[in-house]
């Protein structure tokens, strides 16, 4: 070997130990399961969108403003999805919840309508960040600390005057609260549709039926306000109890 | 074999040789957050730091942001207003009026859209725009980016805070964001009266303030939160004075400014504006987005008896059947004494929020 192509060789030899660097392990986690639980708003068969007019049995136009809720503590025994979702229509769209989770664990999930009088009163600043339960995500549906949490909100536009001109003139407001109104939530032959990257528990929420449960009807024109506050506890109880029918797998 | 040690040599030392970057480690900025006050979520891509806050507020003051070096943030959102302008509408600098009222920069750590058709998500969007817009600091990013670098004092605050001697408008952005991060209200007497009612332990400054709340403001505090009162707490509430929503409050028939509207294009967000903070509103005059009231009288007057009915009408003014909720006279005077007791002084002469000398 000559000595040009000897020298050649050990600069070669030296390059390549200057240049090898150690990689990196990493470590290979496999992909997390995503469980999502959406509720979709209808109106009987037509799908529900907000600021829309849909006819009352009354014969009343109804535009929908907002529609919100909390469902807290959804489980399967011991297995819980996620302390709280919110469902807030304008804002998230169709999404409820979303947390990680195997699809498997949950083929029937209990949940609460509201938020337990165990943490209703608690300080809302102090749940976690990511916590739906946080003021910072509660928003307007937290009431102050005495009172606790807004459980399930619907706002309304009506127009009861069946005289063409559509003024949407008489107010709807909903917002139902206080431990005395919680409510649970059982859904016992739970569905999960495989999306590829997660997997969706799919709810519908009929408002034709939350208006018209049965006998049990909220006539928009005569009943159109509830704070929960006193002397509204008949038309809170019946709110919120047609609400929570008003919410079947899809 | 003297060419071949050579040559080995220099090899070496070639590939040994790396150029050392110069990095500079940046202090945490820890937030002074009112127990009371929920965790402010910073974004990952702009930690608060020492530097970038200090950086922020010589920008916030700095006139070389505007096209004739005349105006800062500050001339429209003075520190003795709360960071708002007492003016109605803002005048540019080039004489132009816009036609909203500059909104106050109070706890906007915690907001979630800015300007009041809530068009930026974020504050380092925000930040960006009153720059270039021609009627207000009518100047380019590129040009501001030119003067800041001519100053070396700028170019070693921007190494400082983001570890890189370039500077552009993101980094500026960023930087101002992280000192409007800092423009935290939380030590008014409200927030005694929220924290007394909800069970925190008051400090000894706290009870002291404590015992000068008066009877009237308690009685004003009731009728801000009663549904058959002033009802106000719906829209105003918490330790933020708001919730992140956009309503129509009635103000008009028909609107001149569709306000969320125009960057939703949705009917139903016609005339609809961010609802605004209520801290410090003694010092943030005139009120509403066009500054169409220039006392809290006259905007008590309008909940009570002008409100004006229209399609969008946020449901939750249920007395607009009524033209609002009626109050009474002496009902007004609790309700304003309320109020002034979201006035926190701590906060308008703060000196870290000055001016830097």
Not at chain 1, 166 to 188: A, K, R, S
Not at chain 1, 218 to 225: G, M, Q, R, V
Request: glycine share 6%.
């Amino acid at each position: 070997m000559s000595l040009f192509k000897r020298s050649g060789l050990i600069l070669m030899i030296a390059m390549s130990l200057f240049s090898c660097k150690e990689d990196e392990v990493v470590e290979c986690e496999g992909p997390v399961e995503m469980l999502r639980v959406t509720v979709q708003p209808v109106y009987g068969s037509e799908e529900l969108y907000l600021d829309s007019s849909y006819v009352t049995v009354e014969g009343y136009d109804v535009r929908f403003t907002d529609i919100k809720f909390y469902m807290e503590n959804p489980r399967n025994g011991s297995a819980q999805l996620i302390d709280a979702g919110l469902f807030d229509y304008r804002e998230r769209g169709t999404l409820l919840l979303e947390a990680e989770g195997a699809y498997q664990n949950f083929n029937s999930i209990n949940a609460n309508l509201g938020v337990h009088s165990s943490i209703n009163h608690n300080d809302p600043a102090a749940f976690d960040n990511e916590s739906m339960l946080n003021i910072s995500n509660s928003n307007d549906m937290h009431w102050g600390w005495s009172p606790g949490y807004i459980f399930m909100k619907v706002e309304a536009k009506v127009d009861t005057i069946a005289d063409g001109n559509p003024l949407f003139d008489h107010n709807v407001v909903f917002h139902i609260g206080m431990d005395e109104n919680f409510q649970t939530l059982t859904f016992p032959n739970v569905t999960w549709s495989d999306l590829g990257t997660a997997h969706e528990f799919a709810l519908k929420l009929d408002m034709y039926n939350f208006l018209q449960n049965g006998a049990v009807t909220i006539d928009l024109k005569n009943e159109y306000t509830s704070h929960t506050a006193p002397g509204q506890e008949v038309l809170s109880a019946k709110v919120i109890s047609n609400f929570r029918d008003a919410l079947t797998p899809l | 074999m003297k060419y071949l040690i050579l040559i080995f040599g220099v090899a070496i030392v070639i590939l040994a040789c790396k150029k050392e970057k110069v990095e500079y480690v940046q202090t945490p900025y820890e937030l002074k957050i009112p127990s009371h006050f929920p965790t402010m979520i910073i974004p990952e891509d702009n930690p608060m730091t020492v530097e970038g806050v200090a950086l922020g507020r010589k920008l916030f003051y700095e006139k070389k942001l505007s096209g004739d070096n005349t105006q800062s943030c500050a001339t429209c959102h003075a520190p003795s207003s709360a960071f708002s302008d007492p003016e109605q509408f803002s005048t540019g600098i080039d004489g132009l009026q816009g036609d909203r009222n500059s909104m106050a920069l109070i706890n906007l750590g915690w907001n979630t859209s800015f300007f009041w058709d809530g068009r930026s998500a974020t504050l380092e969007e925000q930040i960006i725009q009153p720059v270039i817009n021609p009627i207000e600091m009518h100047e380019e990013w590129k040009n501001v980016v030119s003067k800041l670098n001519a100053d070396v004092n700028y170019r070693n605050m921007f190494f400082k805070a983001f570890n890189s001697s370039e500077i552009d408008s993101l980094n500026s952005a960023k930087a101002i964001a992280q000192f409007l991060r800092t423009l935290i209200s939380g030590s008014s007497k409200y927030d005694v009266m929220y924290k007394y009612q909800n069970g925190f332990s008051l400090s000894a400054s706290e009870l002291a303030i404590y015992q000068t709340i008066t009877l009237e403001e308690w009685s004003g505090y009731d009728l801000f939160a009663s549904l058959n009162g002033a009802d106000c707490f719906h829209c105003h509430n918490g330790p933020l004075m708001q919730v992140q929503k956009f309503s129509n409050n009635g103000l008009d028939a028909t609107f001149t400014d569709l306000g969320r509207g125009d960057v939703t294009g949705n009917p139903s967000d016609f005339g609809k504006f961010k609802v605004p903070t209520l801290r410090n509103i003694a010092y943030t005059a005139p009120y509403m987005h066009d500054g169409r009231f220039g006392t809290l009288d006259e905007v008590i007057d309008h909940y009570s008896h002008g409100i004006e009915q229209s399609a969008t009408l946020d449901p939750l003014i249920e007395y607009a059947f009524q033209g609002g909720v009626q109050l009474d006279a002496f009902e007004k005077n609790l309700l304003k004494q309320f109020l002034l007791t979201m006035t926190d002084e701590s906060f308008v002469n703060n000196p870290d929020f000055q001016e830097p000398q």
